[in-house]
């Protein structure tokens, strides 16, 4: 159960990384940061996604 709830602040983490991102993109002066972030975002959100696959699964 605590690996689930880890799973989902993650991917609520993720989430709210993107949505910074998205604002954040509005001032073009990151560069370079700015893609490293994105990046990141993906994966963060990603593993949470693939974190609470696993332990769906597992549930079953």
Request: hydrophobic share 50%; charged share 25%.
């Amino acid at each position: 159960m605590d690996y689930y709830i880890i799973g989902l602040l993650v991917t609520i983490l993720g989430i709210v990384i993107s949505l910074m991102y998205r604002l954040g993109k509005i001032e073009e002066r990151l560069g370079r940061i700015e893609d490293d972030l994105r990046k990141l975002t993906i994966v963060i959100y990603n593993v949470g996604i693939q974190i609470i696959k696993y332990l769906g699964l597992r549930k079953i």
